[in-house]
C-alpha cells in the first residue's frame, strides 16, 4: 500500500500541475522501490489509464513526461529506478549516444527508402521498437524540458519516418484493392485510399528529412559536409 499511496499523491499533483521536480522524483522512487510489479488490472494500474488523458490536457508536453514516468513507476519499477539515477548522476553522454544512434538509424533508412522500401514495414518497426526503448530508458531525463528539446530532433525524424512508413503500406494495400476489385466502385474507392496514403507518406518524409539535416547539422557542424540526406525526398 505504501507504493500506492505514493503513487495516489503523485498522480493527484500531476493533475493539478503544482508538483516541485525534487518533491516529484522523491514521490516516484518511493513508488518504485516498493513492492513488487504491479498487476495490470490493479487499482494503481488502472489509475494511470485514467491520470494519462487528463495530465495531457491539462498541461501539456511536461505533464506527459510526467505521466511517462508514472507509468513507468507503476508497470517496471526497476527500470524507472535506473532512469532515475541515470538522470541524478550522469553527465548526458548515454542519452546523447542513444539519441545519436536514433538519429543515424532513421538516416539509413530515410536513403534507403528512396529507392527500396520493400522492408520498410519491418524496418519501420524496429525503430519503432527503439525509440520506445529509448524513452523508457531515459524515462526520468526526460520530464526536464531541456532534455526534451535536446531529443527532439532524433524524436521527430523518427516518429515521421514511422507514421511515412504505415502511410505506405496503406499505398501497397489500396494497390492490391485495386487489383482485386469487382467493379468500378470498389476500384475508384481504392483509387481514392491509395491517393490519400501516397499524400500522407510525402507529407510525413518531408519534415523527416528537415529533422535528420537539422539535427544532424547540430550535431557535427563540419562546414562543407555534403546534407546527410542529400537526394531528394522518397
Known sequence: MPR???LVVLGLSLLTGCAAV???SLTIAVAADHGRRCAPDSPAALAVVSLEPSCRRRVGLRSRSLCASLELAVTDPALYAESLRQAGEGDGTTLRRDLAA????SRVLFLRWKHDRS????EAAALRTDLVA???RHTAALERAAVRSQADGAVRAAE??????????RERAAG???AEARDD?????????????GRLAREHCAPAERWIVSTTARQAPTPGTASPAAGGTP
Open 4 to 6: 500506492l499511496a505514493a
Open 185 to 197: 466502385a470498389e476500384r475508384r474507392a481504392a483509387t481514392r485510399e491509395r491517393e490519400e496514403a
Open 102 to 105: 536514433l538519429l543515424e538509424e
Open 176 to 178: 492490391t484493392h485495386i
Open 160 to 169: 515521421a519516418l514511422i507514421a511515412a512508413a504505415s502511410a505506405w503500406e
Open 22 to 24: 525534487a518533491d516529484r
Open 134 to 136: 529509448l524513452r523508457r
Open 119 to 122: 522492408g520498410s514495414e519491418a
